[in-house]
């Protein structure tokens, strides 16, 4: 079972504290200039829902909030990103929605390519956008996912044998999905020398 998170909209159609992600998306999807954010017990939300937004959102945020520059970012947008123990090694990928900091989805860990991990985050946050019918950008760093992604080939050279066959069938569907769907979602690449650290970034560096 996931971790229950609490989510405070500070500007929005309801202020207030709500206990689900959709609760907190009916609350602002659509909603100009909206603030809010994910926490991870009802004490530290109430805590921020009698505070400035700024407090947590934004270049005088906590420490605990992102480093990067928000008025350079699109803030509600889809952040992806791999990490990867060695190269091949466990690799695993996730999307973040950066206004709120809410994991939107997981895959893995399993043997893999940290490119490989890049191009299945980008492909697995369209198809979640399309699906749910949100219409927002979405940033990764690197370059060789978003080239794959606009010629829709994972072009890994990781060899395929047992220990790979799954997720070279995620690949696949992948790849498959890329040739079968049409997209409005901008793919935008982040520029990590510039604003930090992209929110999906797993903290493994160093």
Not at 29 to 39: N, V
Not at 93 to 102: D, E, F, K, N, P
Not at 126 to 149: E, F, Q, R, T
Request: glycine share 8%; aromatic share 12%; proline share 5%.
């Amino acid at each position: 079972m996931p971790k229950q998170k609490f989510y405070v909209v500070w500007i929005g159609n309801n202020p207030g504290i709500y206990s689900s992600w959709e609760e907190c998306l009916l609350q602002t999807k659509g909603y100009e200039g909206a603030r809010y954010k994910s926490f991870e017990t009802r004490e530290e939300a109430e805590k921020a829902l009698a505070s400035s937004p700024y407090d947590y959102i934004g270049k005088n945020a906590k420490k605990a909030a992102p480093t990067y520059n928000p008025a350079l970012i699109i803030d509600n947008s889809l952040a992806v990103d791999a990490a990867c123990s060695g190269n091949p090694g466990a690799m695993e990928y996730r999307g973040v929605h950066i206004a709120s900091g809410q994991q939107l989805f997981h895959f893995g860990p399993t043997k893999g390519t940290n490119n490989i991990g890049e191009f299945l985050a980008l492909v697995h946050g369209l198809a979640y956008l399309k699906k749910h019918g949100y219409d927002m950008p979405i940033y990764s760093d690197s370059h060789n996912a978003i080239l794959w992604v606009k010629q829709k080939k994972c072009k890994t050279k990781l060899p395929r044998d047992k220990e790979t066959e799954q997720l070279f069938l995620v690949i696949e569907r992948a790849e498959k999905w890329l040739r079968e769907n049409k997209y409005t979602t901008r793919i935008l690449k982040w520029e990590t020398k510039e604003w930090g650290e992209i929110p999906a970034d797993f903290g493994r560096k160093g």
